[in-house]
């Protein structure tokens, strides 16, 4: 993972001191952008110990079309804690967007079956895009998505080298990123989402691309930024899926297991609300 600790450096050494809707502070750059083929092993920070289990289950509960937070809070996951009303309600959020986007007409647009239809049937296609930036809808939601859009990309076989099924790529833009609390999640679930539709749509690994707008470290994450710099990032975990899985709706957290790893011990901090 020496794709993140160069993104963290690169913020400490060139980022300006920039203010922010929390109050914090942070240290920023505007762009940036990270590359990760998903087969040299799953891109899970190896320098602090990250939790899976709550990586695994917000994603799950994202395809769902879940905006609530009573599934993550029933899996012991707290990370969505803070933004929630007294009812556990999110407002109209990433599962929303993703599952039920809303029509003009009273409808609502299915994105996900949408890119699993195109990824398998015209994989040439240009336009494969899941958006939950909803411009109308944003201010009902607790938080503006920050993984705002994400796009597929298809890289045809190579027959000359034998190869029989194409490569899945998947780049997303975030357009606000919390370096060191929020980005190690993102870039371990948008691997995961691309391995899971890898499976799905029966081709192989390609890249996850990861590009930022507003790419930060909040300044009482200064210390915690250090310390991992100062330690040697491990080899890469494997993510071992359950292979008969052939629906993207029907994965269990049951069906993940991952393999070799190996991390440095977990660091604290606290999250800017
Ligand atoms: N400032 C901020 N940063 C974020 O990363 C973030 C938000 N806000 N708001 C919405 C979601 C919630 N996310 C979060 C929230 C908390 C942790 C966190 O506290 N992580 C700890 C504990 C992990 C756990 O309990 O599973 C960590 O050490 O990674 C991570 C991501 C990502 N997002
Ligand atoms: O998946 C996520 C969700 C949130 N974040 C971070 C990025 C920012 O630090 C805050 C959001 O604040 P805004 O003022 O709305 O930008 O949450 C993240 O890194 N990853």
């Known amino acids: ?18 203010h922010d809707r929390t109050g914090t502070g942070t240290v920023s750059v505007f762009g940036y952008q990270m590359r990760f083929n998903l087969k040299d092993g799953f891109p899970m920070v190896t320098t602090k110990k990250l939790h899976l289990k709550s990586i695994i289950h917000e994603l799950i509960w994202f395809l769902s ?18 933004w929630a009303d007294a009812e556990g309600n999110l407002g109209p959020v990433y599962g929303y967007q993703w599952r039920s986007w809303p029509k003009p007409d009273g409808g609502h647009i299915d994105q996900i079956t949408q890119v699993v239809n195109q990824i398998r049937n015209n994989p040439d296609s240009r336009r494969m895009i899941v ?3 909803n411009v109308a809808d944003v201010n009902q939601m607790a938080l503006p998505p920050c993984h705002s859009l994400f796009q597929f990309y298809v890289e045809p076989p190579n027959k000359e080298k034998g190869e029989s099924r194409g490569k899945l790529s998947c780049q997303l833009y975030q357009r606000s990123a919390d370096i060191f609390l929020g980005v190690p999640f993102n870039i371990a679930s948008y691997a995961l989402l691309t391995m899971m539709m890898t499976q799905v749509c029966e081709l192989d690994y390609g890249d996850f691309i990861h590009t930022f707008g507003d790419a930060h470290l909040y300044n009482n994450h200064m210390d915690q930024a250090r310390l991992q710099l100062s330690r040697e990032p491990r080899p890469l975990p494997t993510m071992k899926i359950n292979p008969e899985v052939k629906d993207i709706f029907k994965f269990k957290f049951e069906d993940f297991t991952l393999e070799n790893y190996d991390p440095w011990p977990h660091i604290k901090a606290a999250v800017a609300v």
């Open 1 to 18: 993972m020496k794709q993140y600790l160069d993104l963290m450096k690169h913020v400490m050494e060139t980022g300006a001191q920039k």
């Open 65 to 82: 079309g879940d905006t609530n937070i009573s599934y993550l809070k029933e899996n012991g996951v707290r990370i969505w804690d803070e």
């Open 131 to 133: 958006s939950a930036w």
